[in-house]
Each structure stands twice: as C-alpha cells, then as structure tokens.
C-alpha cells in the first residue's frame, strides 16, 4: 500500500496563492506506478474531486470549479505530487486531500477508486 503525506495549507487571502505537496511511500509497492489526485471536504459537506494526473503525468483532469486556477503535477523520480492553487476564493476552503487511484491508472474523479489519502491539509481562504 502507497502511504501519503500531504502538507501546505495555510491561511491566505482570496486571490493569494499556494502550493500543496503531497510525498508517496511505500515498502512493497512503487508509488510512481499509480495516478494520483486531489479532493477536498469543506465543513458539512462531502469530499469532492479537485484533479487528478495520470500514473506517467502525461495527462491531467480538474473540477470545473478550479479549472483555469489549479495546476497538478507529479515528479515520479521523487515520488512526489503538488497542486498548485492560484486566484483562491472563499469558497475554496477545505481540508485538502491527496489520493493514489489505479495502479498504471488514467486520470479518474471518482473517491470510490482511491486507494489510499493522506491525511488532509486545511486550506482557509479570506474574503
């Protein structure tokens, strides 16, 4: 199993930026073989997807929500993967998650198909 520690959160602005790391580990399974994503759950409601990156980076999936914003990459040499939030809205506000979704997967939106999450970055954006 792909183990997750993700990390960046923090109190900004609405129209400030940030960038979310996400570090994949595992002792008996090559992290750089799965996709990998990002969902978020604001307070009363349920985690929705936010992007998703193919297991070779080649190809990458957003919410409409964030699209044009939010940039996802990977680097499978580190075994690492960032999204990058640009223009942050109040509405934006949530723990932030990263997930590994199917080994030599595509992109996918789906929670029902993670495989493991980290465990959250709170992302709180001002008005």
């Known amino acids: 199993q792909v183990q997750l520690a993700d990390s960046g959160g923090g109190l900004v602005q609405a129209g400030d930026s940030l960038r979310l790391s996400c570090a994949a580990s595992?002792?008996?399974?090559?992290?750089?073989?799965?996709?990998m994503g990002w969902f978020r759950q604001a307070p009363g409601k349920e985690r929705e997807f936010v992007a998703s990156?193919?297991?070779?980076?080649?190809?990458?999936d957003y919410a409409d929500s964030v699209k044009g914003r939010f940039t996802i990459s990977r680097d499978n040499a580190k075994n690492t993967m960032s999204l990058q939030l640009n223009s942050l809205k109040p509405e934006d506000t949530a723990v932030y998650y990263c997930?590994?979704?199917?080994?030599?997967?595509?992109?996918?939106?789906?929670?029902?198909?993670?495989?493991?999450w980290g465990q959250g970055t709170q992302v709180t954006v001002s008005s």
């Open positions: 595992g002792r008996t399974v090559r992290p750089n073989l799965y996709a």
């Open positions: 990156i193919n297991w070779r980076g080649s190809s990458t």
């Open positions: 997930a590994v979704g199917p080994q030599f997967g595509g992109t996918w939106r789906s929670p029902e198909r993670v495989a493991s």
